[in-house]
């Protein structure tokens, strides 16, 4: 009866005690689930898998705390979040949901005794949402949450900025937090991670006090990188954005003499021409890379400079591409210098993923085709930024006497009244034009 009603991914909504219609499956998952957790309380009408829905029906779902409508945002936000791991939840094996306890709680109760409108997960969302946008620090957000309490003390609200937080981080919103030596050498990641001292200068990875080390740990620095691979997948989680991430090979334009978005360059075709099992999967994903400074305190008399690095997704089309809801933050380079130099230092736990991506891939589900999973590649074709932010990524020094990206040690310069001076720019001339003959900047013909 229910299988007609499976939705464009192939999922429908599971009504065992644990999901309560909250969680979406494939059907053979189903049966499991209903096994092992139990059918839930108070779905007599199956509005969910086919049945009409009547004025009794109700669209609630059934909890603990009463019902939240399921016009609450958060139903599909979870739904999309969960399908990803949907088909890792083999039959008879541990439940995907398990790590989403805390999250469904959440959506199923209500903010307040009363107040149906609202559920807490989704006020907390919002609550977090106006931090950002507003910058309010973590103590006026605690401060806020205590308010709260006292004027409600009915209220289901987290306690703390902290709790907070780590119900975000179940939601895909969360971030690695990776210690940096004092001076830049290395990162406490990986084969290092356990060190106390950095493997390259020996500094302390710990801030001492009078030489000893305080109570409680504090790093010098601290790198934030936010994980590339969950969030591409989910570009492909709904249908709609898994539409739009082929619009490079459906919708480009036909006009061989315009040119709109990259796809429409000569390095784009010529990287299809040179990789073409990577050209045979539209889905792929293509990147670019956007990297600089920034004071973040908006004060210029406090010389601070922290580094966002920043990912865009090309597949998509121009007027989506460069939104900022389609920009990926992936790494938060902390200052107070700039990291000139040492940028392949803050730039690994990136280029580890962007290598693995573009080897082994990562298992997608597709929610715009019928064939359900497949193997993500994505690759790195540009980098976006000003001269000085190009030398740090690429290395090549952007001043001097070899100053140039194109030319590198045959960049022709001399120094000229104490400043480099860049010559050789005649031979770009016609071969006939006169200046190519002319001896009066420097008595040599080009």
């Known amino acids: 009866m229910a299988k007609p009603f499976v939705n464009d991914r192939g999922f429908i909504k599971c009504p065992c005690r644990r999901c309560l219609n909250n969680a979406s499956h494939q059907l053979e998952d189903l049966e499991s689930h209903i096994f092992r957790n139990g059918f839930m309380f108070g779905y007599n009408q199956w509005i969910h898998h086919g049945e009409p829905a009547t004025a009794n029906a109700g669209t609630t779902v059934a909890g603990p705390s009463g019902g939240i409508p399921e016009t609450d945002e958060m ?33 199923r109760s209500e903010l307040h ?75 406490f990641w990986k084969e290092n991670s356990l060190k106390d001292t950095c493997p390259v200068c020996s500094e302390s990875r710990w801030k001492l006090h009078s030489g ?137 736990p990136l280029i580890d993923e962007l290598k693995e991506l573009w080897v082994h891939g990562l298992d997608t589900h597709d929610a715009a085709s019928e064939n359900g999973v497949f193997r993500m590649r994505a690759a790195l074709l540009w980098t976006v930024n000003d001269f000085p932010a190009r030398s740090s990524l690429s290395g090549w020094s952007g001043q001097g006497y070899r100053a140039c990206p194109t030319c590198n040690e045959d960049t022709p310069s001399m120094r000229v009244i104490g400043k480099t001076a860049y010559f050789g720019h005649r031979r770009f001339l016609p071969t006939n034009h006169h200046w190519r003959s002319n001896l009066q900047f420097d008595g040599r013909t080009e």
């Open 75 to 107: 139903f599909d936000v979870l739904d999309d979040i969960i399908s990803e791991d949907a088909d890792e939840d083999a039959v008879g094996g541990p439940s995907a949901n398990d790590q989403y306890d805390d999250l469904f709680a959440a959506l």
């Open 113 to 187: 005794p009363g107040v149906s409108s609202f559920s807490s997960l989704n006020f907390l969302v919002k609550l977090m949402h106006l931090k950002v946008l507003n910058k309010w620090t973590n103590k006026s957000f605690d401060e806020l949450l205590k308010l709260l309490k006292l004027a409600f003390p009915k209220i289901d609200l987290v306690e703390s900025h902290y709790e907070a937080k780590k119900l975000m981080t179940k939601m895909g919103l969360g971030y690695s937090s990776i210690h940096v030596c004092k001076n830049d050498c290395a990162l």
């Open 212 to 348: 000893k080390r305080s109570g409680k740990n504090v790093p010098h620095k601290v790198l934030r990188y936010f994980p590339v691979g969950p969030r591409l997948k989910r570009l492909f989680a709904t249908s709609k954005t898994a539409k739009l991430m082929r619009w490079h090979s459906t919708g480009k334009s036909k006009d061989n003499d315009v040119m709109r978005h990259p796809v429409d360059g000569k390095s784009w075709q010529e990287f299809d021409k040179r990789h073409p099992q990577f050209f045979g999967d539209v889905r792929n994903v293509r990147l670019g890379l956007v990297a600089d400074g920034f004071n973040p305190f908006g004060n210029m008399s406090l010389s601070y400079s922290m580094w966002p690095v920043v990912l865009t997704t090309y597949n998509l089309p121009p007027w989506i591409c460069m939104k900022a809801e389609y920009l990926m933050l992936s790494l938060l380079i902390p200052g107070p210098q700039s990291p000139g130099k040492d940028m392949d230092v803050f730039l690994r």
